[in-house]
C-alpha cells in the first residue's frame, strides 16, 4: 500500500525566506502527484499538479518538482508571505488515477 | 471560478442515526469523490464513483456507507446507524477526468460530529 510521509511536520520561518516542504511515497508507480493548501477549517485547495512524466511544475512563487525513481516531492516557496500560513499536503494518485493517498502534511507559519 | 458545493457545513447528529452529507460538485465534471479527515489524522480516500457507479473504494467503504447521485447536479454520500467513530470532516471532490493530468477540486467539507 502507497505511504506518504511529509517532513517537516510544521515550520515557523520569518516573512520573506524561502523555504522547501518535502514529500516522499513508497511506491514509485504514480499516475501523478498533487500539491494542496488546507487553511483551517476549510477544504483542499489544489496548488500545483506534476504528471508523473515530469519532473516540475511553476506557478507564481511555487515551484513543484518530483523524483518519481527516488519517491520524492518538494514544494519551494519563494519569498514567504504570512498569507501562506496553512498546512500544505502532498497527495499521490495510483495507476488507477482513482485515488489519491495523502501525506500528514506540513503546518507552515510565516511571521510578520 | 467553480466551486465544488458542500452542504450542511457541520452536522450533529446522534450515535445510530443516519445523515445524508450533500455535494454539487462543478457541473461539467464527470468523476466524482468523497474523502475525510478525521481530526489530526490523514486524509483518506473513502469512494470514487464516474458514469453512475462506484469505480473504486476503499476499504472504510462499507455497508455502512453509501453514494448516490439522484439527479444530475447533486452527490450524496449516505452514513447509516452512525458510530462515534464516524465524526471527521468529510470531503467532496471532483475531476474532469480520470488519471495523469486530472487535478481535484474539494469542497470546503461537512463536519460531521456523532455524539
Known amino acids: 500500500k502507497q505511504e506518504v510521509t511529509q517532513i517537516p511536520a510544521a515550520l515557523s520561518v520569518p516573512e520573506g525566506e524561502n523555504l522547501v516542504l518535502n514529500c516522499s511515497f513508497t511506491?514509485?508507480?504514480?499516475?501523478?502527484l498533487q500539491w494542496f493548501r488546507q487553511d483551517p477549517g476549510k477544504g483542499l485547495t489544489s496548488l500545483l499538479l506534476i504528471q508523473s512524466s515530469q519532473r516540475e511544475q511553476t506557478s507564481g512563487r511555487l515551484n513543484a518538482s518530483l523524483d518519481k525513481s527516488s519517491g520524492r516531492s518538494t514544494l519551494y516557496i519563494a519569498a514567504s508571505q504570512p498569507g501562506d500560513s496553512a498546512t500544505y499536503l502532498c497527495a499521490v494518485t495510483t495507476n488507477t488515477g482513482n485515488q489519491f493517498y495523502f501525506g500528514t502534511g506540513t503546518s507552515l507559519t510565516v511571521i510578520p | 471560478e467553480p466551486e465544488v458545493t458542500q452542504t450542511p457545513s457541520h452536522q450533529v447528529t446522534q450515535m445510530g442515526q443516519e445523515v445524508i452529507l450533500r455535494c454539487v460538485p462543478i457541473?461539467?465534471?464527470?468523476?466524482f469523490y468523497w474523502y475525510r479527515q478525521i481530526l489530526g489524522q490523514k486524509v483518506e480516500f473513502l469512494v470514487s464513483f464516474y458514469n453512475n457507479e462506484i469505480s473504486e473504494k476503499s476499504e472504510i467503504f462499507d455497508d455502512q456507507f453509501s453514494v448516490e447521485r439522484p439527479d444530475g447536479s447533486n452527490f450524496t454520500l449516505k452514513i447509516r446507524s452512525t458510530k462515534l467513530e464516524d465524526s471527521a470532516m468529510y470531503f467532496c471532490?471532483?475531476?474532469?477526468?480520470?488519471?495523469?493530468?486530472?487535478?481535484?477540486?474539494f469542497g470546503n467539507g461537512t463536519r460531521l460530529t456523532v455524539t
Open positions: 457541473s461539467n465534471h464527470l468523476y
Open positions: 511506491d514509485s508507480a504514480i499516475y501523478n
Open positions: 471532490a471532483s475531476s474532469p477526468r480520470q488519471g495523469i493530468n486530472s487535478p481535484l477540486h
